[in-house]
């Protein structure tokens, strides 16, 4: 059963409250100095990943309590009822099975048939077989699409750029035409595929977008070459054909994976595509093995209940109203944003699951950007500004392309941010207010051995689990989005004016 418990009705949480009064005003700095292996004490470590999280505004006795809370609000109960499949999406009467796409040992024959279509399809892309209407090999990508039909695909490819071959990949998501040919403008009909991507198959923006790139298509070729250039994605199999795309063409997606939640699924076509299937069979291993992390260990050692009752601890108890992220390498660069619509889709809810309105707060604002870039943009205010934000800063071990005196460089400045953050210049003199830094600005850190196919799945993963934990100690539904049909509404009515 998904339990419907108001977390602030707990006696954990009585006992925080109470708790906080008297942390509000410890220093972290002092905690470090009278803790002997604070860090070790507070740090999981769990196959080629490390998270230290020992800088936080807590004790011993905080985890204790967050744990508590979790005990009374049943997570234990709530995680095995997504895993196991039950409507936990209640008000769209659907299961939640992202992570049946990845779970090899116990793979449903529908979603081993779409990976087979999947491998098969983008092994033909890849080696040339599949050919263009003029007879030439593909050597252009583009994913039309929006939302979780476009953030994650485009994340990951990106972040997997030193594991892809020589297609050139391209993501067409706003309905700003100029996005459009912006990318057209650079594509050759002859050599170009296009992935029309839409779990729904009616929103507007990837209609829009795929009937205008159709049209664009067919100056040049005929109807009978649509089969050569164009596949979807949806779970809508009657809106696919109707916009001319052939069965064979078609990859299903299924209405218990959400779109922010997609990225696994088919909807991970262009990126198959980009790194090849192998690669692709990694990422969702890396994941799966994040969720057996999550389902099996302790509280106390998992890392995405750890991470989610640490922001619970800011949001709700420190009044926190962000919390930034901040990956030191490149490759993430859209880490953040793929994290915005996922948290802030998912958590951004004012009702619980009883159908009342909440009266503590919910989804934290994510924001963030890559180190070091950040550190020369935002970071002043993180350090020296009149809000707390807590920062989880992650890196990779190894570079990629081994180049020591950078990699040296990088990872200095990393810890160089969280030990200033930490300390600030209580120990040091400074001539005035203006230099001075307080400290005790929490952060976490996450150090993962090495980019690949396979941490980033769990590291995604992570992320994924994290949010969940938070909705299920809010008591909201994480997996609908009501909130995005209003606007959507009207800009339809504003259409027909
Ligand atoms: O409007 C929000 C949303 O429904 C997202 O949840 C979704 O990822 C996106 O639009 C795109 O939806 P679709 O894949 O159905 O085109």
Redesign the pocket.
């Known amino acids: 059963m998904f339990p419907k418990i108001n977390p602030t009705k707990t006696k954990a949480w009585q006992k925080l409250t109470q708790h906080f009064e008297e942390i509000n005003d410890v220093e972290m700095q002092d905690l470090f100095a009278s803790e002997k292996g604070r860090t070790e004490h507070f740090s999981i470590q769990w196959n080629d990943f490390q998270l230290d999280y020992s800088k936080n505004r807590i004790t011993s006795e905080t985890l204790q309590l967050l744990l508590e809370l979790a005990d009374e609000v049943k997570l234990r109960e709530a995680i095995e009822a997504q895993f196991s499949g039950e409507k936990i999406n209640e008000t769209e009467n659907r299961a939640v099975l992202h992570t049946a796409l990845r779970d090899f040992k116990n793979l449903k024959p529908e979603i081993k048939a779409t990976l087979s279509q999947m491998e098969h399809f983008s092994e033909a892309i890849i080696s040339g077989k599949w050919k263009g209407y003029t007879g030439k090999s593909i050597t252009d990508v583009v994913n039309i ?7 994650g695909p485009a994340m990951v490819t990106e972040a997997l750029s030193f594991y892809k071959n020589h297609l050139k990949v391209h993501y067409i998501s706003n309905i700003d035409g100029d996005h459009v040919m912006e990318t057209l403008k650079q594509l050759d009909r002859e050599t170009t595929l296009f992935i029309i ?7 507007q ?2 209609l829009t977008n795929a009937q205008t790139v159709r049209k664009w298509f067919l100056e040049q070729a005929q109807e009978t070459a649509i089969a050569k250039h164009f596949v979807a994605v ?3 199999l009657d809106a696919v054909s109707n916009f001319g795309i052939s069965e064979d063409n078609t990859f299903t997606m299924w209405n218990w994976v ?3 939640f ?1 990225l696994w699924s088919a ?1 991970g076509l262009s990126t198959c595509c980009a790194i090849g299937y192998k690669n692709f069979e990694q990422l969702l291993k890396g994941a799966n093995e994040m969720d057996i992390h999550f389902k099996e260990a302790p509280f106390s050692e998992n890392i995405p209940v750890v991470l989610a009752l640490l922001s619970v601890w800011y949001n709700n108890f420190f009044q926190a109203e962000t919390e930034a992220v901040l990956p030191y390498s490149q490759y993430l660069s859209k880490f953040v944003d793929y994290l915005q ?1 996922a948290v802030m ?1 998912s958590n951004g809810k004012s009702v619980d699951r009883n159908g009342d309105f909440v009266d503590y707060q919910t989804g934290t604002i994510v924001w963030g950007s890559t180190g070091t870039n950040a550190q020369h943009a935002f970071f002043q205010l993180i350090h020296q500004g009149t809000k707390l934000i807590p920062c989880d800063f992650i890196a990779f071990e190894e570079s990629l392309f081994g180049n020591e005196e950078h990699q040296r460089k990088l990872l200095a400045n990393f810890h160089a941010q969280t030990d200033a953050l930490l300390m600030g210049t209580r120990e040091t003199e400074v001539d005035n207010n203006f230099k001075a830094f307080s400290g005790n600005r929490p952060s976490n850190s996450l150090f993962i051995k090495k980019l690949t196919p396979q941490t980033l799945g769990a590291l995604i993963a992570i992320y994924e689990h994290k949010l969940f934990v938070q909705g299920v100690i809010w008591n909201i539904y994480s997996y609908d ?1 009501w909130g ?2 209003l606007g ?1 509404k009207m800009a339809n009515q504003r259409l027909q004016l």
């Open positions: 699409g929006i939302g979780g039909s476009d953030l991507v839409s779990k729904t198959f009616t929103t923006e990837t949806s779970t809508n959400g779109g922010r997609s909807v619509q889709e989005q995005v049909e959507k």
